[in-house]
């Protein structure tokens, strides 16, 4: 009898500059609404792991935040996960805006990953906005700094060609035993999930730098007899203008949020939601490491 095919699973990171299109990427590939997404740069604050399951592999996808420079402690810890996610994957995934092309920062980036001599893939993103013509010259440059092992050009918003790239990488990670159960989505805690679902629509309804200057924390998270979720979330701001923004004319903006927080946190925990939000004033929470480490960052101290 012939013998069934090994298991395969390996970690594949995510990385690029903000606004490249990473988490759609990942929730394109997983199927599923894992990491939040706003047209806003720099949306996600932590590494957030996606399983894709594909035939006898089990591709373990971390979608990290965007690499800028930083400025604030959040900024660095952003940074700091990004670049722990690329060093602990057994392949790395550059994603560039197919549209921004060759910036700086995306050089930047690039550039680091060939020196590091780690397995890396280029992924153009957006190339359903992009003239064909204009992709091989851009491919080519990128190549030329990092020597990538393999190329795609997909569009995560429509899907164009993430089924070869999906295939490509269950064909690549390492055979193993899966580190996770088959139907597995993330390691994201339903905590964690919440308040993360609460601050993409802060992303989605509020403007300028509030986003920015609010984290959001799950407080309690209580289930019911009647199988429902009672969920109790604080949302902290740096400033008051902001916090009078949050709330809005009579509670009209935190109630607009908490509504739609809520039924996205109703299909995403396949159950009633009971959600209360609470919004305070806490000036310098992005310096606080007891903040960072609550929504899932290490503190990377005074460097």
């Known amino acids: 009898m012939t ?3 090994p298991q395969r699973c390996g970690y ?3 990385v690029g500059a903000p606004n490249a299109g990473k988490s759609t990427l990942m929730n394109r590939l997983t199927g599923a609404k894992l990491s939040i997404v706003s047209p806003k740069a720099q949306t996600t604050r932590f590494r957030v792991l996606g399983i894709l399951m594909r035939a006898e592999s089990q591709v373990l996808l971390v979608d990290t935040p965007g690499i800028f420079r930083p400025k604030r ?3 660095r810890a952003m940074v700091a996960a990004a ?3 690329a060093a602990d994957a057994d392949v790395t995934m550059l994603l560039v805006d197919a549209r921004s ?3 700086e920062d995306v ?4 550039e680091r990953l060939g020196a590091s001599g780690r397995r890396c893939w280029l992924v153009l993103n957006k190339t359903d906005l992009v003239p064909p013509p204009a992709l091989l010259p851009l491919t080519a440059s990128l190549g030329a700094l990092a020597g990538f092992e393999e190329s795609f050009m997909v569009s995560a918003q429509t899907g164009d060609g993430v089924r070869l790239l999906a295939d490509a990488l269950a064909a690549v990670v390492p055979e193993g035993p899966w580190l996770f159960p088959e139907d597995d989505l993330t390691d994201l805690p339903d905590r964690l999930l919440a308040a993360e679902t609460v601050r993409e629509q802060i992303f989605m309804q509020t403007h300028e730098e509030v986003p920015y200057g609010a984290t959001v924390e799950t407080e309690s998270f209580k289930d019911r007899k009647d199988g429902s979720v009672r969920i109790e979330v604080t949302v902290y701001v740096s400033r008051p203008g902001h916090k ?3 709330i809005g004319e009579k509670g009209s903006k935190i109630k607009a949020i908490g509504a739609r927080a809520r039924q996205d946190l109703g299909s995403l925990l396949d159950r009633p939601v009971h959600l209360f ?3 305070k004033e806490r000036k310098g929470w992005d310096e606080e490491g007891a903040r960072l480490r609550a929504i899932g960052l290490d503190d990377p101290g005074k460097a």
Do not use: S, Y
């Open 3 to 5: 013998a069934p095919p």
């Open 244 to 246: 009078a923004i949050l």
């Open 83 to 85: 670049w722990t996610g």
């Open 73 to 75: 402690k959040l900024d």
């Open 107 to 110: 050089r930047e980036i690039t």
């Open 12 to 14: 594949v990171a995510i």
């Open 277 to 279: 939000l609470n919004v």
């Open 101 to 103: 092309g060759l910036r």
